[in-house]
């Protein structure tokens, strides 16, 4: 990390933070756990503690901003992606998988248990 000549770092930008925090919800999403975070923070950033856990922290508010949304709207976009994923399935000779799809859907829209 580029330092000052007081030897203090150089503040990030915050096109930096915003890519830093990015790649920490990322690393959250899949299930790096605080140690892990920490130590590639340090290693790739040259971070402290608190400044990695400043990143975990906003990274974990953008995450719960993610899904936070409406029933309906969650439940439209979960059937246009089996609708999706069942359509590619059919065109593969996946039958098995677009089955799959079609009764996921039947149990989201709650025509059957």
Same mark, same amino acid.
């Given at each position: &990390?580029? #330092?000052? %000549?007081?030897?203090?770092?150089?503040?990030?930008?915050?096109?930096?933070?915003? &890519?830093?925090?990015?790649?920490?919800?990322? &690393?959250?999403? @899949?299930?790096?756990?605080?140690?892990?975070?920490?130590?590639?923070?340090?290693?790739?950033?040259?971070?402290? !503690? =608190?400044?990695?856990?400043?990143?975990? #922290? %906003?990274?974990?508010?953008?995450?719960?901003?993610?899904?936070?949304? *409406? =029933? =309906?709207?969650?439940?439209?976009? !979960? $059937?246009? /992606? $089996?609708?999706?994923?069942?359509? *590619?399935?059919?065109?593969?000779? /996946?039958?098995?998988?677009? $089955?799959?799809?079609? @009764?996921?859907?039947? %149990?989201?829209?709650?025509? &059957?248990?």
């Amino acid at each position: &990390m580029a #330092k000052r %000549k007081d030897g203090r770092p150089y503040k990030s930008t915050s096109a930096e933070v915003h &890519m830093r925090v990015n790649r920490v919800a990322r &690393m959250l999403s @899949n299930g790096a756990v605080r140690s892990e975070i920490v130590q590639y923070s340090a290693k790739e950033w040259g971070l402290s !503690l =608190r400044q990695a856990d400043e990143y975990i #922290k %906003k990274a974990r508010i953008l995450l719960a901003e993610d899904w936070e949304i *409406d =029933r =309906r709207t969650f439940t439209a976009e !979960l $059937l246009s /992606q $089996l609708a999706s994923l069942q359509k *590619d399935s059919r065109k593969n000779g /996946q039958g098995h998988i677009a $089955l799959g799809c079609i @009764n996921s859907a039947a %149990k989201i829209a709650q025509i &059957m248990n």
